[in-house]
């Protein structure tokens, strides 16, 4: 499993969206890794992960660890990679974050493995499992990124959903790194990862029971998770905090890392 660290302090470790990778954490790494050890993998099969778990080239400071591919997709195994690295990095408990698909891997390792998790960010992500719509279209692009691959239609099919409306007429910048990010997915990871999603189940129970601390994140342009949604899973949780974060859409930590990096560095510090 590829992933990057930096920083020193208590261990954050940031779980990204799809269809993008960890790269999408880089300027709200910058603002918390003086006071964090932030640590961002690339989840299975997207980024620099294999979906074997098979090792993948890299510059000296972005390092590995994983475990062998499962024959059917699921989030269970893109958590069991996640708890992987945590053993591979020698830590027991972290403060765990997730934005969209990541918050529904962090979920995942909640389920699993609840003892490591010191406290919990959702990140404009949502509890409740795929309806029968929205689970044929994720079949549909997996079937389509293993056929085209997903250059010239992912991207284009993808941010408008994803990207808020200050970014689109304000930050130019954004929309062109974002787009990067989409169009270098491999298809392989970006099919496994529909399929994993697809069969997710609920996570409404997992948040009911989890205790900890928890920091539920919206971009206020968010149009794919709603403020009613941001709202209602804070509601699961007993000791959960909601923030807004302002000029963002369903990619906030991307579009506005200040904002997203403000909300967790306070957070953090109240707690640690």
């Known amino acids: 499993m590829h992933y990057v660290e930096s920083g020193a302090g208590p261990p954050l470790v940031l779980l990204h969206a799809f269809p993008v990778d960890e790269r999408m954490w880089r300027d709200a790494r910058a603002e918390l890794e003086g006071r964090f ?20 080239a890299g510059p ?12 059917t997709p699921s989030l269970d195994s893109a958590a069991e990679d996640v708890l992987a690295l945590l053993d ?21 390792v909640l389920r699993r493995a609840p003892e490591r998790v010191a406290g919990l960010v959702l990140a404009d992500t949502r509890p409740d499992a795929d309806g029968e719509e929205q689970r044929r279209n994720r079949l549909s692009v997996a079937e389509r990124a293993e056929r085209e691959g997903v ?3 992912l991207a284009e099919n993808s941010l408008p959903g994803l990207l808020g409306r200050t970014t689109w007429e304000q930050r130019p910048e954004v929309v062109r790194t974002a787009r990067t990010l989409v169009e270098e997915q491999p298809p392989e990871g970006v099919a496994w990862a529909q399929r994993a999603m697809a069969a997710r189940p609920d996570g409404s129970e997992v948040l009911r029971t989890y205790e900890g601390p928890a920091l539920v994140l919206r971009g206020e342009e968010d149009t794919l998770s709603s403020a009613e949604v941001a709202r209602d899973m804070a509601a699961l949780m007993p000791h959960a905090r909601s ?4 000029e963002a859409g369903h990619l906030a930590p991307l579009e506005n890392p200040s904002a997203f990096a403000a909300a967790v560095g306070d957070w953090l510090a109240e707690l640690t």
Request: charged fraction near 25%; glycine fraction near 16%; proline fraction near 5%.
């Open 37 to 56: 050890r932030v640590v961002t993998p690339d989840q299975r099969g997207l980024g620099r992960s294999t979906l074997d778990g098979s090792p993948s």
């Open 60 to 71: 000296e400071n972005q390092r590995r660890a994983g475990v062998e591919e499962t024959d």
């Open 88 to 108: 591979h990095l020698e830590l027991s408990r972290v403060h765990l974050g997730g934005c969209s698909m990541g918050g529904y891997v962090a979920m995942s």
């Open 151 to 153: 250059r010239g239609w």
């Open 243 to 246: 923030v807004t974060l302002p």
